[in-house]
């Protein structure tokens, strides 16, 4: 992505598992998308079987890349105000969720704030985060962590499934979207898979932060 002096560049994971679960995950991208993120890219859509927390439906997930010229925080406000648009509540930890978005990484911003961890401190084990982001950016790079292809390595491609019949769309001229057939899906395989967690489930997504609206931890 083109970066003028600034802007830093912004990985973004989206899961739902309630309602319609694609319509959730599309109003996060158009909220998302309409603030202050720019040059988009979306990966494809997975589906993914929750881990821990009460029982509760599969989940879908996308990652979204952008840059930024916004401090953390208010790419943070911007991914609470995201949840909010799809009415989501908070009365389960864990629970299932109309729309869970997390900040995964500012660039290369380190943050120990407990309101503001970053990177995201689980997103490593995360192959619903993993998988997503490595089809769109091939060389991608946890901060403090490694390449997001070693990282999938490890933790292993089972559990999370990409549904090829499905697809995220971008604003006109955001950016592009990924289709079926490329990226991490060519290198790491379609079945891609949750390894230490795989839904975005009930730790998906915010996990316990998210219970107090905190994406970005």
Known sequence: MTRQPGWRAV?????????????YLQLGVDVL???????LAVSGVFETAPV??????DYLNAVLLGISAAPAREIMRLATAAEEAASRERSERWGPRTLDVDVISCDDEISVDPELTLPHP???ERAFVLVPWLEVDADAVLPGRGTVADLLAEIGTAGVHRRGDLSLTLPAGAGVRVEAGTGAEAGAGAEAGAGA??????DAGAGAE???GLPCT
Do not use: F
Not at 14 to 19: D, M, V
Not at 33 to 39: D, M, Q
């Open 52 to 57: 821990g927390g009460p029982e509760q439906d």
């Open 122 to 124: 689980r997103a490593h």
């Open 210 to 212: 998210a219970e107090a």
């Open 11 to 23: 990985v973004l994971s989206l899961g739902s598992n309630l309602g319609d679960r694609m319509a």
């Open 197 to 202: 967690e795989a839904g975005a489930g009930a």
């Open 33 to 39: 998308a309409a603030g202050s993120l720019r040059s």
